[in-house]
């Protein structure tokens, strides 16, 4: 069975924290992604990685950024946490863009 | 700009009934089309697809039709069972670009 682990469900951290995201895929994919999902805003593109040390800008890239040393890992970071990226965070991997992507079951982020 | 878009915030359906969902995406290089459903404080699960050669795709209860020089896509539950009531999000992707836009979904209540 597939599976795309996010290594926490919720999280709480303080204004101006770094805080890492890690998320984890088991089924050799190329592409890895980091999504937030926001009420009424549906789910928005933050940062994705077609290779390893390979990434791009998504729509929302601004406060964060990602690494990926090993093909199966991704990490988000939040450089400075601030009340305004609480939000769920979702990873995703796929094997290419006309094939479907798989997501990890998410953390819920509050920065307080 | 939003290049995916599903202008139903939500859709309240009886149990045993047709739930007719709606997509509409401005990108007319978008070749690939996705469906995902998430429950709340879960990752996204993935429905079903459809390729820009079709312009049907049928899976069990769940058909997505797809009306490229409308740039139009809907997904068609029945009957529709109370276990359907999540939120739903279409995505799409170019075979040319690497990654998903998503929509800001649609939240489908089946009423028993």
């Known amino acids: 069975d597939v599976k795309v682990t996010q290594s926490s469900r919720y999280l709480v951290k303080r204004t101006g924290e770094k805080v890492f995201l890690e998320c984890v895929q088991d089924?050799?994919?190329?592409?890895m992604f980091w999504y937030r999902q926001d009420p009424g805003l549906g789910l928005r593109l933050i940062y994705f990685?077609?290779?390893?040390?390979?990434?791009e800008k998504g729509d929302i890239p601004e406060g964060y950024s990602v690494s990926r040393e090993k093909k199966e890992r991704f990490s988000l970071i939040l450089e400075s946490a601030s009340t305004n990226q609480t939000s769920m965070y979702l990873c995703?991997?796929?094997?290419?863009?006309?094939?479907?992507?798989?997501f990890g079951q998410g953390t819920r982020l509050t920065v307080v | 700009d939003q290049q995916v878009k599903q202008n139903s915030p939500s859709l309240s359906v009886q149990e045993g009934r047709i739930s007719i969902l709606n997509c509409d995406y401005t990108?007319?290089?978008?070749?690939?089309f996705l469906w995902y459903k998430k429950y709340p404080a879960e990752g996204p699960t993935f429905l079903i697809s459809?390729?820009?050669?079709?312009d049907k795709n049928e899976d069990g209860r769940f058909t997505v039709f797809l009306n490229k020089s409308a740039k139009h896509l809907s997904l068609h539950i029945v009957p529709s069972q109370p276990g359907d009531s999540a939120v739903y999000f279409c995505?799409?992707?170019?075979?040319?670009?690497?990654?998903?836009?998503f929509g800001t979904g649609t939240s489908l209540t089946v009423i028993p």
């Open positions: 995505a799409a992707s170019a075979l040319s670009g690497n990654q998903f836009y």
């Open positions: 995703a991997s796929s094997s290419g863009v006309n094939t479907e992507a798989f």
């Open positions: 990685s077609y290779d390893v040390k390979m990434k």
């Open positions: 089924m050799d994919h190329e592409n």
């Open positions: 990108n007319s290089m978008f070749d690939y």
């Open positions: 459809i390729s820009s050669i079709k």
